[in-house]
């Protein structure tokens, strides 16, 4: 072995198995590893992702081994870059703030993202600059934020903006929302592109206001952006390269009917074999974010779909990305609504934006999905079945609709009501 792989072997004895978002030591000694790694010149990034596909490679090892591929790719770019990274907030006042025994669930996420952020664009010429964007908070997100931000040295890099200030608006993205009441989500990140634009932004990342995504990984998405011309690059957890550190399950059985549902409704979507359509890691360049914003469809967090479905109408190249993600499962939004919740607004806001785009769906799903389901109480008739049509069918035969036809479907969903 050489210097340089003996180094890196007891780098991946050393490293573990565990890594808690809420714990900062954690995320400090993530990036030690990733700068021994990168800083072994004469080792290949293929290399480290060799000894990160082995069965037995620790979290962190791998974890650090996405981060120096997306940093050597950094640093490679040759020309000035601005890239606007945006995230909403809405009842975030716990992982905003530090960890501790009054708040165990704290994340110090502005920080950790100021921090990650500095760390990947260090020596390049790639700038960024944040903005974190109020959707309504009760607990005053926007607050905290700037209360973290009074004496940071990179607070000239976020801008902490509210969407309630710019409502009701009398033209442009946000004018169809009459207030913050009607915005989950997608009204916040419309506001943050909106000025990530004002302020001249190449690009535009968006992320989650939790410590899930490393922005480490700028690079992974940056690549596709500038070396395969794509305008919208798209994380995908679901990728056998990702690393994906999921909690328990959140669904019950009745969750492969929805997303057979799903996969009909949003078919030009799923047909193009992005199945990760909530990964809260994307790029959308400049232009196609004036586009989209031309006239938005949802503005709750089914807005994924919606501008996935409007860069496929403008004929945008778009492809997509392994990334590394670790659930923040503990303040999820998804655990206070509940499950029926969280899928009744995504599948609602699909059918939406499906029709309004006018793009290719399963228009009779669409029909039934609207005539039988008009709450999430209606999907709580069925998260905890499952029709035996779909059981044990492997994951690429779920919305095809040879399998399970919609109106074999809409039978029995009559039935189960």
């Known amino acids: 072995m050489t ?65 120096v591929e997306s940093k050597r790719y950094v640093l490679k770019l040759n020309r000035p870059l601005l890239v606007g990274v945006v995230f909403a907030m809405w009842g975030e006042h716990h992982r905003l703030n530090q960890k501790s025994p009054l708040n165990p669930n ?14 990947i664009t260090m020596g390049s010429m790639v700038d960024w600059h944040l903005y974190p964007v109020d959707d309504g908070c009760p607990h005053d997100s926007a607050g905290i934020a700037k209360e973290i931000l009074a004496n940071h040295p990179d ?84 990728h056998p390269d990702s690393i994906l550190v999921k909690q328990e399950e959140r669904w019950g059985v009745g969750i492969k009917t929805l997303r057979h549902m799903q996969r009909m409704i949003g078919r030009a979507i799923f047909s193009n074999n992005i199945k990760d359509t909530q990964a809260a890691f994307k790029l959308y360049d400049r232009e196609v974010i004036r586009y989209i914003l031309a006239k938005p469809s949802v503005y709750d967090f089914s807005f994924d779909t919606d501008w996935i479905f409007a860069a496929m109408k403008g004929e945008y190249p778009l492809l997509t990305v392994p990334f590394a993600f670790i659930d923040s499962a503990a303040e999820s939004a998804s655990l206070v609504q509940g499950p029926t919740t969280t899928w009744y607004t995504l599948l609602s806001g699909l059918a939406t934006a499906a029709k309004l785009r006018e793009v290719d769906h399963n228009h009779e799903m669409v029909r ?50």
Request: net charge negative; hydrophobic share 40%.
């Open 106 to 119: 704290g994340e110090d996420s502005l920080r950790i993202k100021i921090d990650q952020l500095n760390w």
């Open 368 to 417: 039934i999905f609207e005539d039988h389901i008009h709450s999430h109480e209606d999907l709580d008739h069925i998260i905890d079945i499952l029709p035996e049509q779909l059981e044990g069918i492997p994951d690429g035969d779920i919305g095809n609709p040879l399998i399970f036809a919609p109106h074999e479907l809409e039978e029995w969903l009559v039935k189960r009501k």
């Open 155 to 238: 607070k000239h890099r976020v801008s902490v903006l509210r969407l309630a200030d710019k409502l009701p608006a009398s033209a442009g993205p946000l004018k169809d929302l009459a207030s913050t009441d009607d915005s989950r989500k997608g009204g916040a990140i419309i506001l943050g592109c909106q000025q990530a634009l004002s302020d001249k932004a190449d690009c535009v990342v968006y992320t989650d206001a939790d410590s899930s995504v490393h922005l480490g990984q700028l690079g992974l998405l940056l690549k596709p952006y500038m070396s395969e011309n794509a305008k919208v690059v798209l994380g995908n957890r679901k």
């Open 3 to 67: 210097a340089s792989e003996i180094i890196v072997q007891q780098a991946f004895d050393d490293a573990s198995d565990f890594f808690d978002l809420t714990e900062k030591q954690h995320q400090q000694r993530l990036l030690r590893l990733a700068n021994i790694l990168y800083c072994l010149t004469d080792l290949t990034t293929d290399y480290y992702k060799q000894l990160a596909s082995l069965d037995n490679c620790p979290l962190e090892f791998r974890l650090a081994v996405k981060l």
